[in-house]
């Protein structure tokens, strides 16, 4: 019994982010959902990203248990932020985003960035109607987290390694870490960045702009 629920609850959040990718896909905008733990540095990750990605307009829907911050943060450099708050819920769930969608202006974006709630875990099994799920590890959060959340490695279109420029300063095995997401996705790219510096962000913004050229709708 109490299974059949949970399958029920997983079978409407698939069904409403059905709806939600057929909204986004009729404004052809590309959508990820960016997911890490808590402070691996999404929101400097997408607040150097709204600064450096010139010719995107970008819309972004950020959850977080209370407060805006992270949206103020972010609404220094878009107009188009909705904050979710999800009280005591873990993760973002596609009835969220619904629900954040009409306070966007869809036929004015061409990206949507979703911050998940800071998470490692739950964000992974729950489909928001994103195009891209995009996993975010930080050298502050040590070199054995690939390996132990292996769901969001395998789930990754892309993933990011972010806080580069603390590796002098911290024990990291970088050749381990890349290794275990060999094992677990032999095929996603792993991009190498710091926020703070901004070294290694061209491979990120190029990724995200070819995504956002083939969602473009044709000329
Ligand atoms: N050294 C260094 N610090 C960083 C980098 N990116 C973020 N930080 C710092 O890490 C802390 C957390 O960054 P946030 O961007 O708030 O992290 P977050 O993942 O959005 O956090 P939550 O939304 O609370 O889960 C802040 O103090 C940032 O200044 C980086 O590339 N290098
Ligand atoms: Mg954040
Ligand atoms: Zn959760």
Redesign the pocket.
Known sequence: MHVSVVQNVLKLNDEIAAMNRQVLHNASLFTIDLI??????????LEKTLQELKGVRVGVIVG?LTTQR?ADRMARFTEQVVQVNTGKGCHLEANHIKEALPHLDLGKLDLLII?NV?NLICPVGFDLGQDAKVGMF?ISGGDDKAAKHPYIVMESAVLVL?????LPYIPFDLELFRSDIRRLNPNVPLLEL????GKGMEPWLKWLGERVKQAAPVA
């Open positions: 890490g733990a808590p402070g691996c540095g999404k929101t400097a990750l977080d992270d911050e800071g930080a972010s806080k580069m420029d603390l710091s926020a703070t510096t």
